[in-house]
Structures are given as structure tokens and as C-alpha cells.
């Protein structure tokens, strides 16, 4: 008889059981998902800078530079007596158009949208130019590119003395 | 006779070939689902392979490990098609005579259970398709590029072969349109179907006669906007996105002019020949009158129709809004490809300050 009722648990036992259980799975489920929220999380970060030292204007050429292309995403382009910073990001869906000196344009390998070299899209389904960044002169007279500003043609920013240099 | 294929594959005479061709087939499709039929066509299909493959450019690109996945499904969807098309035909003829559709004969209307019938069939396809893959991963391995790298992108840079159809779409559309509300509305779609369809002809056994309308449009958009787009995205889009035909080397430097200008300069500077108007909504005003036009004004019209009438009879009047609706966005790609192709034109509403274009 008294094993039978040992075999039971009673009330307070039943508790404290299901006490260690909670906390237990609690714990479990707890240590997942700060597992997966640290996952989510990159272990190294590649973000190019977002500011840098362009050296000096003299430096430039006339035409399109692609010396800060792969590093930080820039072209540098000195026309009609003007230098500016152009993003390399397609208006259209966000891919890396090309530099395409014998046809004097920027080509997207996605979806085909093409650029004239002063960032106006002309072909192609892009919705509007390539955005140019904040570019100012520092006292030593070094460039300055600014990526977290950005100016758009269409909204009629290009004209902004940020946005480009005189040279 | 290469360069007539190269000019005839450019989509801007290919969609509608491709699109006539597709009309044919089903408007004849007693004689094309007949076996002799598939039969000629595959003699055929043989020697024409063998000519095409026989050229390196376009051996190149059906080679390509990538593209693989796209030359068996040109076969296994020519192949459905036409086994659909038979059934169809067979049955019509059937029906025509009075008699019930094959799959109502006394000796296929015999039932069997699913275990072990079904399940033991599946598991051997789940087992054949497994070394199928595995084999497959061994033969064509994938290939390993140099590390990511955002200020950088290959070209032409292809999505994944099933998503090509979507790409081709983008270079129509702008992306929020064909990256979001197309392939939402094609899900959206594609799960309304058995609300919207109450016809219930057709319940377990092929017919074409029975269910036209159904057929054609599924079968329309499914083969010529899909199949056809994933078709003209792997083999005929090189550098650049630039068009290159089957039997064409992928120049880096193919120049193809493609300026393209939208509605509201073709309306205030071609047409009216004076400038832009500062307002953004006026400036757009034609496109946007003619999108509202299109999407809302065009199914009160086809609801007077004998068309729509009899649809609105059959299925009431919600059910036919709804399927005027996807028809229209359906018909809205074509559409605008064939905008694109005749009159370079880049978008109908283009507002890229408030980043919505149509």
C-alpha cells in the first residue's frame, strides 16, 4: 500500500517539479534565440567608410576615375569644368553598373540601364540619374567626399555647391 | 540562314511569333495533340538540334551548367504540353460523341489504396530524384568565385534560372512594381483560381472544349510571359543585358541604342512641343489618366460586353472584377514590352521624386 503511494507525486512536489521544468526550458529557449540574435549579426564588417580623402583635384583627369570605385563605390568624373563624386549604385535595382570608356557611358550588367557620364540615365528601365555625393575641399586643399549626403537630379540638387567642385 | 535566326530570335519579333505560334496551338489543338503530330515534331526537333548545337556560340550557352536546368525544362514543358493537348483532344472527341472522358471509363474509374500504391511510388521517385541530384552535383559542380564584393558585379549578372522570367520583367517595369506587386499579385493569383473558376467542367479529366477561357489565359500567361521570358533571359541576354542572338558571340562591346524617353516628354515636348510643367502631377497627368483608365475604367466596359455579361451571368459580379483585374495586370507586361519596343518608351507614369513609376 505505502508503495503505491509513492509512486505519486504529491501537490507540492508536482510544483517544484514543474518549477525546474519552466525554468529550465525557459533558459533553453532563452539561450536560442540570443544564439540566433547574435547569428544575425556579422562577425567581421566590410562597410567601406562612408567619408574619405580624395587627394587633390589636380590629380583627376578629365573624364571618368576609377581609382575609388572598388573601395568605396565612387567615380570620381571632372567635366565641363566641374568635379563630382557619382555613386556606382543603379537607380533602378541597386547592382554595380560598369565604366564603359569606348562607348563613353555606364552600363548596369542586370537589367540594362545606362548612364550617360555625367550620371543621367538615358536607357534602360532607370528611373532617374545616379545620385552624386557631398564633395568639399578641406584646408590642406584635399578633397573631401562625404557618402552620407547625397544629391539627386531630379529633385534639383545638383546645383547645390556641395555637390561638386570647381576646377 | 544563322543571321535570319539571330534577327528573328530579338524579342520584339519573337514574342509575337512565340505568341501567334501559341494561338495555333491551341485554336488547332486536335491536330497538334495527336501523336503523329509529336511524332514529326520530334524527327524533326532531332536534325534541327544537331544543325543549332553544331555552332559554337550557341553550343557555348546551352553548355553552360547554368543553363542546363533550362534546356531539360524547354523539353519536359514542350513535352507536358503536348501530353495535356492530347488528353484534351482525345477526350473532347469523346464528349463530342456522347460518350464519358477517358478518366470515366469503367477501367481506369477502378480505385486502389494509397498505402502501398502511392506511398511506394513516391518513395521511389523521392529516391530517384535524390541520386538524380546527387549525380547531377557531381558532373556540373557550382562554381567558386572570388569573395563578395559590393563595389562590384559580374555581367551580366543573372539571378538564379527560375527567377529570370522576374528579371526580364524588371527591365520593363520599375522595381517596386516588378520586384513586389507583379510577383505578389501572380501568388495572389495563382491561389484565387479555384474561388474565382466555379465552372465545374473539367473536374477530373482533361478537356479543352469545356474550359477554353480557363485554359487560355493560364496557359498564356504560364508558357509566353513565364517560360518564354526564363527562355529569352539564359540564352539570349549576354553583357549588358544586351539582346544576343542564339548564334551570336557575347561582345563586351555590342552597342545597341536604346535611348529610351517616358510618356510625359512624348506628350508635352514631341507632341505639344513646349517644356516640361513644373507640377509634378500635371506633368504626369496623361500617364496616370491613362494607368486609372486602364486598371479601373476598362472593366465597367468589358462588363457591358456579351463577353463580360455572360461571365458576370455564371460567376456574379464580384468574382468577375476580380478576374478582369488579374487579367488586365497580366495584360499590363505584354503591354508594356511592346511599348518598349515600338516607341522606346520608359515609363507611362515616371514621379522618380516620390519613387513610384508605372
Same mark, same amino acid.
Given at each position: ?31 536560442? $534565440? ?52 557619382? #555613386? ?24 540594362? #540601364? ?50 561638386? $567642385?570647381?576646377? | ?41 520530334? %524527327? ?41 493537348? +492530347? ?26 489504396? &494509397? ?7 513516391? $518513395? ?31 555581367? /551580366? ?49 482533361? &478537356? ?72 509634378? %502631377? ?7 489618366? %491613362? #494607368? ?35 487579367? %488586365? ?14 516607341? #522606346?518608351?520608359? +515609363?507611362?507614369?515616371?514621379? /522618380?521624386?516620390?519613387?513610384?513609376? $508605372?
Amino acid at each position: 500500500m505505502s508503495e503505491d503511494v509513492r509512486l505519486q507525486l504529491n501537490r507540492r512536489e508536482f510544483f517544484s517539479f514543474l518549477s525546474v521544468a519552466w525554468i529550465a526550458f525557459t533558459a533553453a529557449v532563452g539561450g536560442l $534565440l540570443s544564439l540566433a540574435f547574435r547569428f544575425s549579426y556579422p562577425n567581421v564588417n566590410f562597410e567601406p567608410e562612408m567619408e574619405f580623402l580624395a587627394g587633390r583635384t589636380d590629380e583627376y583627369p578629365p573624364g571618368v576615375d576609377e581609382r575609388w570605385k572598388n573601395q568605396f563605390g565612387v567615380w570620381m568624373v571632372k567635366m565641363e569644368g566641374r568635379l563630382f563624386a557619382l #555613386s556606382n549604385i543603379c537607380t533602378h535595382l541597386g547592382c554595380i553598373p560598369t565604366w564603359l570608356p569606348a562607348e563613353i557611358k555606364f552600363k548596369c550588367p542586370c537589367h540594362g #540601364s545606362g548612364y550617360y557620364m555625367n550620371g543621367v540615365n538615358f536607357e534602360g528601365p532607370a528611373p532617374r540619374p545616379l545620385e552624386r555625393y557631398k564633395i568639399t575641399l578641406t584646408a590642406e586643399g584635399k578633397i573631401k567626399v562625404d557618402k552620407t549626403k547625397v544629391f539627386r537630379q531630379e529633385k534639383g540638387e545638383w546645383d547645390n555647391p556641395d555637390s561638386y $567642385l570647381t576646377v | 540562314m544563322r543571321e535570319l535566326i539571330n534577327w528573328i530570335a530579338d524579342p520584339i519579333r519573337s514574342f509575337p511569333i512565340f505568341t501567334i505560334l501559341f494561338f495555333l496551338m491551341l485554336k488547332h489543338y486536335r491536330v497538334v495533340g495527336t501523336k503523329k503530330f509529336a511524332w514529326i515534331a520530334f %524527327l524533326l526537333s532531332i536534325p534541327t538540334f544537331f544543325w543549332f548545337a553544331a555552332d559554337p556560340n550557341f553550343f557555348l550557352i546551352i553548355t553552360t551548367p547554368d543553363n542546363i536546368p533550362i534546356s531539360i525544362l524547354i523539353i519536359l514543358i514542350t513535352f507536358l504540353t503536348w501530353f495535356a493537348l +492530347y488528353q484534351c483532344a482525345v477526350n473532347d472527341a469523346r464528349l463530342e460523341q456522347g460518350l464519358t472522358p477517358m478518366e470515366g471509363t469503367p477501367e481506369n474509374r477502378e480505385k486502389v489504396w &494509397t498505402w502501398p500504391n502511392l506511398v511506394y511510388t513516391e $518513395l521511389f521517385a523521392i529516391i530517384a530524384g535524390t541520386v538524380f541530384l546527387i549525380v547531377w552535383a557531381i558532373i556540373f559542380k557550382a562554381p567558386l568565385e572570388e569573395p563578395a564584393n559590393p563595389t562590384w558585379a559580374p555581367n /551580366p549578372a543573372k539571378a538564379p534560372w527560375y527567377f529570370l522570367g522576374l528579371q526580364e520583367m524588371l527591365v520593363y517595369f520599375d522595381p517596386w512594381m516588378a520586384g513586389v506587386v507583379l510577383p505578389g499579385v501572380i501568388v495572389v493569383g495563382l491561389i484565387a483560381i479555384p474561388y474565382i473558376d466555379t465552372n465545374p467542367k473539367g473536374n477530373g479529366y482533361y &478537356t479543352f472544349m469545356e474550359r477554353k477561357m480557363a485554359m487560355t489565359f493560364f496557359l498564356f500567361g504560364w508558357l509566353a510571359l513565364w517560360i518564354y521570358l526564363i527562355i529569352v533571359g539564359t540564352f539570349l541576354r549576354g553583357p549588358n543585358w544586351t539582346f544576343y542572338g542564339p548564334f551570336e558571340f557575347w561582345d563586351l562591346h555590342k552597342v545597341v541604342a536604346a535611348y529610351n524617353v517616358n510618356l510625359s516628354e512624348f506628350f508635352w515636348i514631341k507632341g505639344l512641343g513646349r517644356a516640361m510643367p513644373k507640377n509634378l %502631377l500635371l506633368r504626369e497627368s496623361v500617364g496616370i489618366i %491613362l #494607368s486609372l483608365g486602364y486598371m479601373f475604367g476598362l472593366p465597367p466596359l468589358i462588363a457591358r460586353t456579351k463577353w463580360g455579361m455572360s461571365i458576370i451571368e455564371k460567376t456574379g459580379k464580384v468574382r468577375f472584377y476580380i478576374l478582369i483585374g488579374l487579367v %488586365l495586370l497580366m495584360g499590363s507586361l505584354p503591354i508594356k514590352m511592346f511599348l518598349r519596343w515600338l516607341f #522606346s518608351l520608359k +515609363y507611362i507614369v515616371a514621379l /522618380p521624386e516620390w519613387e513610384l513609376n $508605372l
